[in-house]
């Protein structure tokens, strides 16, 4: 199962985490597992790229699947940004109501 958190600052989203693997299906037919990449590679793209800012990625998909995306101090206020967080956060809350059984929102980080 995918386990997923977002990250707050003072209120503020400034990143996510996703922990483990759907298992939804075999290797390379699992619908669940792409949706979920698809979504954070697309916002850890956008927010390079779009909003123009700094972002910190760590992975490890060795030890039962790992990311963590958080954006640099200095990109926390950054409206686009922030859009791109929110727009992620929908993204993933769909997928949850939709596969349960593969995916879950943990407690949100501070």
């Not at 590679?41 to 039962?64: F, P």
């Not at 593969?102 to 407690?107: N, S």
Request: charged share 20%.
């Amino acid at each position: 199962m995918i386990r997923a958190s977002f990250i707050y600052k003072e209120n503020q989203l400034v990143g996510f985490e996703l922990k483990g693997h759907a298992e939804s299906g075999e290797y390379g037919q699992d619908i669940v597992c792409a949706a979920v990449s698809v979504l954070s590679i697309s916002t850890i793209n956008g927010l390079e790229q779009l909003a123009k800012v700094r972002v910190h990625v760590d992975t490890n998909e060795q030890d039962g699947g790992f990311m963590q995306v958080q954006l640099d101090d200095s990109a926390v206020d950054n409206e686009a940004a922030q859009l791109l967080l929110a727009n992620f956060k929908l993204g993933i809350s769909d997928v949850t109501t939709n596969y349960s059984d593969y995916i879950e929102i943990t407690k949100n980080k501070s």
